[in-house]
Every structure is written in structure tokens, then in C-alpha cells.
């Protein structure tokens, strides 16, 4: 049985806010999952719960929060929930249904933690793979309680904060892995207009701006989808990791130096000669 955490917040469109309540009573709905606690950010003290006003459940607790919320907040509640746990972090606006084998995350270890990528709604009815998984797009992260600390304390929904765990649970020594081919979250999101992914909005930073972010480069913490039959690892004793930290720290500032990043794309096909005319 597992512990399933996940953020929204209020106020939000209606129409939007129709597609939280729906992933959430899905969430509830599922066998698996013996408890749902949600983190609610609300505008101020005065404020009530919006959408989730006079909504109950037996599996269900509330958290009213006055700030968006973070990785190390809602695994804290996991770990106190109790040891040996299995505990789901998601985003607000997945769920999972009969087929999506949740079931199967009883099979982590506490040496291991996963970041999975999601799934899309096909118009035929079907789902696919969330096109950027290969580049280290996660929703769901899962883990078993009590999970060892490690640095966890970014906000949910930033940009980069997907990546930027992935990459911290590695340096401490966690083999990460994205097994999205066995355990599937739906996403819905057909509601046009997106939340502020921005830690600053006006300077328009986000995770992917912060000097520690991927220092070996985002293909070294991009765990590769997989089963849980043959598992793809990433840890600090991957061949990669361990290559990149020997060579690649020291070659990526140069690439990532301007003159030589632009003349490095040119040379690729990547260059900005076209971009004047692009506008």
C-alpha cells in the first residue's frame, strides 16, 4: 500500500480546476493507495479552500499552506506516515487508473529512487509517452519511507525541479531510475493557459538558472524509460556519471562558454544566423 502526496492550489479557471478534482477522486479511487494528502496553497488566512470547499474522503487530509510547496515538505509527511511505506509524489494534475500498474511500486527498494515520466491522451482514446521523457521530464517520484535525506528542498512545478531531484538523489548515492514503461501516470491537461513556472517571474528564472543545476550536463541525471524487468540505472558509479565527472566538468564550462557554444552549434547546424529573419 502506498502514501500518495501531491500540490494544487486555489484560486485556478474552473475548467482547470474540474481537471484537479478529477485526477484526485481517481487517485482516491485506487486500491492501492491508502492514503492522499494534498498540499493546498491558499491566496491568505481569510481564504477558503476553493474548489476543494465541503470535498471529503476517508483517505483524504487537507494541508492548507500559504507558499507553493516543496519536495522535502511533502516527503517529511511520508516519512511520518510510517516506516517501510511506499510514497508518491505527483503533480496535480496526474493520475492513475487499473492499468497504469501502480501496484508494482511495491517492488522499490530503499537503495532506489525513481522519477517517472508521464503519459499523454492520444486522440484515438490511447496514451503515449510524454515526448521529452528521454530529457529528464518526470511527474511522479516514488521512493520507500523512511527515505535517507539528501538535498530535496525545491518547490514543485518549477521549471528544472524534476531534473534537479533526479540529480540530487544520484549525488547521495540513490540509484535513480524511470520505469514508465511499467508504471504508467495519466495526465490531464487540456485546459489552455499554464501556472507561472517561474521562481522569479519578472526576472523569468527558474531552476535551470541555478548555478548548481546539472553541472556534468542533463543527459548525466536523465534516467532512460525503462521496465522494472530490465532496469536502467543512473547512480554516482554509472559509467557516465563517473566519466563526465573526470572529463566533463571541466569540458562543459568551455562549451558553455558563448563565443566557443556559438561556434560549436555553427558548426553543427545550430547557429543563429537565421534568427533576424525568423521574428
Not at 500540490?7 to 480546476?17: I, S, V
Not at 500498474?101 to 482514446?125: C, H, M, V
Amino acid at each position: 500500500m502506498a502514501i500518495l502526496l501531491t500540490t494544487l492550489y486555489t484560486p485556478c479557471k474552473p475548467e482547470r480546476a474540474k481537471e484537479f478534482l478529477t485526477c484526485l477522486e481517481r487517485n482516491l479511487a485506487h486500491p492501492y493507495i491508502e492514503a492522499v494528502k494534498v498540499f493546498l496553497e491558499v491566496k491568505d488566512q481569510d481564504s477558503g479552500y476553493g474548489y476543494l470547499e465541503g470535498f471529503s474522503h476517508e483517505k483524504l487530509e487537507i494541508i492548507p499552506v500559504h507558499h507553493r510547496s516543496t519536495y522535502a515538505e511533502l516527503i517529511e509527511v511520508a516519512n511520518n506516515w510510517g516506516s517501510n511505506k511506499v510514497g508518491i509524489i505527483v503533480n496535480g494534475d496526474i493520475y492513475f487508473d487499473e492499468n497504469s500498474a501502480l501496484e508494482r511500486s511495491a517492488e522499490i527498494t530503499t537503495e532506489e529512487f525513481w522519477t517517472l515520466s508521464r503519459y499523454e491522451p492520444t486522440k484515438d482514446g490511447g496514451w503515449k509517452l510524454f515526448h521529452i521523457a528521454v530529457a529528464g521530464a518526470h511527474d511522479c517520484w516514488i521512493f520507500r519511507t523512511p527515505l535517507a535525506p539528501f538535498k530535496n528542498n525545491y518547490q514543485l512545478g518549477i521549471q528544472g525541479c524534476d531534473l534537479f531531484m533526479a540529480q540530487r538523489a544520484i549525488e547521495a548515492g540513490f540509484k535513480v531510475l524511470n520505469p514508465c514503461l511499467t508504471i504508467l501516470p495519466r495526465h490531464l491537461h487540456q485546459v489552455g493557459g499554464v501556472r507561472n513556472h517561474k521562481l522569479d517571474p519578472i526576472r523569468k528564472t527558474n531552476y535551470w538558472h541555478d548555478p548548481e543545476y546539472a553541472p556534468l550536463g542533463t543527459q548525466t541525471y536523465s534516467p532512460k524509460p525503462c521496465s522494472l524487468e530490465r532496469r536502467a540505472y543512473l547512480s554516482s558509479s554509472s559509467p557516465m556519471y563517473v566519466g563526465m565527472n573526470l572529463v566533463g566538468r571541466w569540458l562543459l564550462p568551455i562549451y558553455r562558454f558563448e563565443p566557443i557554444k556559438n561556434q560549436i552549434d555553427t558548426l553543427r547546424g545550430h547557429g543563429r544566423t537565421h534568427k533576424a529573419k525568423a521574428k
